[in-house]
């Protein structure tokens, strides 16, 4: 079984920056597919970015390119997302997930067998 538990999240001005952390336990995040998706109010659970196993392939939604940089420590088992230049539809909650049976997971949620709590991102003046 693998958990994974989300944190870093909270209230951030626009143009400014957040880091998120996943921590994994249960399994190395070296041997785990890795992906971020976020949920606004009333929305759908979306894609935000996903990491293979080695973190040598990431792949972001068109809406977070440039901006999110989705990287693993595997000496610490976890992975994070970096965000920058933060926007007010960025506002959600966060979720990591991963897979391990794959290398690459993807961007669809249905390739994820495990989930963690999900943490609140606010970008707000």
């Known amino acids: 079984q693998v958990q994974l538990a989300e944190s870093g999240g909270g209230l951030v001005q626009p143009g400014g920056s957040l880091r998120l952390s996943c921590a994994a336990d249960?399994?190395?995040?070296?041997?785990?597919?890795i992906a971020w998706f976020r949920q606004a109010p009333g929305k759908e659970r979306d894609f935000v970015a996903a990491?293979?196993?080695?973190?040598?392939?990431?792949q972001y939604a068109d809406s977070v390119k440039g901006r999110f940089i989705a990287s693993k420590d595997n000496s610490k088992n976890t992975a994070y997302l970096q965000m920058s230049n933060l926007k007010p539809e960025d506002t959600a909650v966060y979720y990591c997930?991963?897979?391990?049976?794959?290398?690459?997971?993807?961007?669809?949620?249905?390739?994820?067998?495990?989930w963690g709590q999900g943490t609140q991102v606010t970008v707000s003046s």
């Open positions: 249960g399994r190395a995040t070296s041997l785990l597919a």
């Open positions: 990491i293979s196993r080695s973190g040598y392939t990431t």
């Open positions: 997930a991963a897979d391990r049976d794959t290398v690459y997971g993807g961007t669809s949620l249905n390739n994820y067998d495990y």
